[in-house]
């Protein structure tokens, strides 16, 4: 029999998965108020790839991350932000970190690729050099509106996870800020046409191999920065930008409650993504601010618990890279230098990929104004607080209570409340990534002319 505490867990993370749009489900309502197939929630980072699989990655607990950073105009803010934001999941919806990085596997494939002896024809040069034209044109339009329907869609999406498990039907005003945004995404972002360009670009550009590498390389190391007083690093662009995040705007409810919990159905990630410890705990205790050391569990009895937080989505872009690369199959390892990043992986029939990167994160998500309502024990709100006028860290399944964050160039740490009735966390902390599953990588063409060992 599930424990109650892993249960409350599995069930929180699904209604997080499905009001974030992360869990797919029946899209037959949004397919007919849009008129059309729903584009993907979260842009595939892998060109080409129209039908993306994601797979919500959960802290456990979240990361505080600090309110007085200004990683816009200081480059060790930039650097502290991206060593963060630069991580790659495996293949768990419990945020496991893996032994990469994002760039550190990309400068892998730079280092250790090996092209195919191919050209492109003259005609196929032309469409190129069309498409990319294309993409320049109206790229930041596209870009632009493309976020406005996302933020319209985490409205919508919050609020359908709450309706299927028996809360309010989803407001009208939701359904026509989504159709709204998508219409100018489709009209004034000029959609179709980047998309179309895209497509070309997918098909033809590591074809001409010369140029191609050459091409990535220096944007790699054009893009590359340095922070005092030598930390070299890839930065990782977000938007909303950081200072965004600490306004009001752009931020969503959720909430979870006992309707939820007797009602949520279990999102596809869990299982073929792995198993929570067998000892697991709602509340998780460690002296360490990175969670890694010293580290356990506290149950808590079955009682009735409502979650309510805002959450803010944050996408993740890394300008140094052309994501091109992870689904081309244009290129291989050179021999005995590097096995595959993935093998490929697949949510939905139970393929678990191995590799030292399976997952890319697209986006981050932030919560913020944490409350948790119920009726806790004396003794743990006793045990709990004692902690945390130790310093210790305390979260509550995917959430931080009081914790410390570890910088390069910030340290400090931020408190919740524990009392008998209510738990608070109002700071902003990191509780998941949206991560791309990625395909095979690399794919080679067999069909393509390779150089003879």
Not at 161 to 190: C, E, V, Y
Request: proline residues 8%; hydrophobic residues 35%.
């Amino acid at each position: 029999m599930t424990d109650w505490n892993a249960q409350l867990f599995t069930k929180l993370y699904s209604k997080l998965a499905l009001s974030l749009g992360v869990t797919p489900k029946d899209d037959t309502e949004l397919r007919e108020l849009l008129g059309q197939t729903p584009p993907p929630r979260y842009p595939s980072v892998v060109p080409g790839n129209d039908s993306p699989q994601s797979l919500l990655a959960i802290f456990n607990p979240g990361q505080y991350i600090p309110a007085n950073l200004d990683p816009e105009t200081k480059a060790v803010d930039r650097f502290d932000l991206s060593i963060m934001l630069d991580a790659v999941p495996q293949f768990s919806w419990v945020y496991k970190p893996a032994a990469t990085t994002v760039s550190n596997a990309y400068q892998t494939i730079l280092e250790n690729h090996e092209a195919p002896l191919t050209t492109l024809s003259p005609d196929q040069r032309v469409k190129l050099d069309e498409a990319d034209a294309t993409v320049a044109k109206y790229e930041a339009a596209y870009e632009k509106y493309q976020y406005e329907y996302f933020d319209a869609l985490d409205v919508y999406d919050e609020a359908y996870a709450t309706f299927i498990n028996g809360g309010p039907p989803i407001p009208r005003s939701a359904k026509l800020k989504l159709q709204a945004a998508l219409d100018k995404w489709d009209r004034d972002g000029h959609r179709s046409a980047v998309e179309a360009a895209t497509a070309v670009i997918v098909k033809y550009d590591a074809l001409d191999p010369e140029v191609f590498w050459s091409r990535l390389l220096k944007n790699y190391t054009t893009g590359t920065e340095t922070a005092p007083p030598s930390n070299v690093f890839q930065p990782v662009s977000v938007t909303p930008s950081y200072r965004d995040w600490l306004t009001d705007a752009g931020w969503s409810s959720f909430s979870f409650n006992q309707k939820d919990m007797d009602n949520q159905r279990q999102s596809e990630a869990i299982g073929v993504a792995g198993n929570l410890d067998g000892q697991f705990g709602i509340f998780r205790v460690t002296g360490d601010g990175s969670w890694n050391k010293d580290w356990s569990y506290v149950h808590m009895d079955q009682t009735e618990l409502t979650f309510s937080c805002q959450l803010f989505r944050v996408s993740l872009a890394r300008t140094w890279m052309n994501p091109l690369v992870l689904s081309s199959r244009g290129w291989r390892f050179l021999a005995g230098t590097s096995g595959p990043l993935s093998t490929g992986g697949d949510i939905f029939n139970d393929v678990v990929p191995t590799g030292p990167m399976t997952v890319i994160p697209t986006a981050a998500i932030l919560s913020k104004d944490l409350q948790v309502k119920g009726t806790f024990d004396k003794t743990i709100v006793e045990s709990m607080n004692q902690k945390i006028t130790a310093n210790a860290s305390v979260g509550i399944g995917p959430f931080s209570i009081a914790g410390h964050f570890n910088m390069e160039n910030h340290s400090g740490s931020e408190k919740g409340t524990i009392a008998s009735n209510t738990i608070t966390a109002p700071d902003i902390q990191l509780v998941a990534f949206v991560c791309e599953v990625l395909p095979t990588c690399p794919d080679p063409d067999p069909a393509l002319k390779w150089p003879q060992p």
